[in-house]
């Protein structure tokens, strides 16, 4: 079984124990919290060391300190919610040179909302009657490209709209009718589509159709923040629990006022709303505002060098396991951070990268990477620092050992 006294004495064969650790790291604020009570070894969870990077099911980032002090400092105080709202969503409009913002719960949850806004504006009949668009008298249709079709279709349907794909320009504007709502684009797959971002965008002003850009996994680089909104996207949604480090059930969404305000009434505290099962308190305001502000400020090509730090650490271990192959990637668009990627020379053997996958997880401590089909790949960014010796060993074992 695991405990946080072995995992420190694992992490204890690197320089983690006696002020080795700065201050304000997760590290040090596990150690500090040493007292208190273990709930996940009493419930019989155990905690791993993320090296997929900023998945849901694996509970994605972890807040940095200046994040937890704002959640906790805002757990003490009753507000009124939409004043808050109000509030935090202009000091993030600022940070993000956006119109207007607000916080969602999730980058789900802003395609949800901004889908709602469209489809209603403010009309509070429209709002009430979501997702009957028949009853409300509202549009049906959000128009995609073919290859932007992905995951996350569902919190756009939520609203009960059909999506229409298209795949050229042509067959785009040939789509357009009396009933098309809105233009989904999914950000991550601008270079696969015929229609590349800025054109998407322009298309939605010419035929006055409000265009929502997903780039929810799309940050860094910090500048995506702005990007989209500048290029002529309608509404942008970001996740607030990955690149940022913000709470992992908030998010943003991004750009005009009259369509964010319309997103703010299709959700809580509204009752009666699309949006009321998608809470958004005053702990992940303040802390959604905390982490945007840290990420904005933050020396971002000190901690690319850092990622790329732990990468090569993670590289060279695997690397020197005889017939493996160990290199350093950057996905282009979402989780654009590097990230290491390790296969075997020969044929395919379909078992080989999940059986590693399965024995680091086991392992003590436990190690969470990923499997892509016959290669590993481990991303170093949502580990905390120090970590990358602990995977780089562990990986080598189990590359000897399973090789
Ligand atoms: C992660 C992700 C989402 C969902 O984001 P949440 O913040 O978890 O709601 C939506 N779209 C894409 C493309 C994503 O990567």
New binding site residues.
Partial sequence: MWSRRRFLESVGSIPLVGGAIAAGTPAADAMAGGTSRDYFRELGVRPFINAAG?Y?AMT?SLMPREVIDAITYASKHYVMLDELHDRVGERIATLVRSEAAMVT???????TLGTAAVLTGTDRQKIGALPDLAAGGMKREVIVQKAHR???EH?VRNCGVRLVEVETRDDLERAVTDQTAMMLF???NNKEGQIRDEEFAQLGRKHSIPTLN?????VPPLENLWKYTAMGFDLV??????GIRGP?S??LLLGRRPLVAAARLNGSPNGNAIGRGMKVNKEEMVGMLAALELFVRKDHAAEEREFERRAEEIRKAAASVAGIHAEIFVPEV?NHVPHVRVSWGGAPNGSRAAGIVRALQAGEPSIAIRSEGETLVIGVWMMQSGEEKIVARRLREELNRQS
């Fill in positions: 900023t849901t994605a719960a999730g980058a789900a949850s802003a395609l992905f995951g996350y919190a999914y950000n991550n997903d780039a929810a996994a799309d949604a970001f996740s607030g629990g990955k992992q908030a998010g979402a």
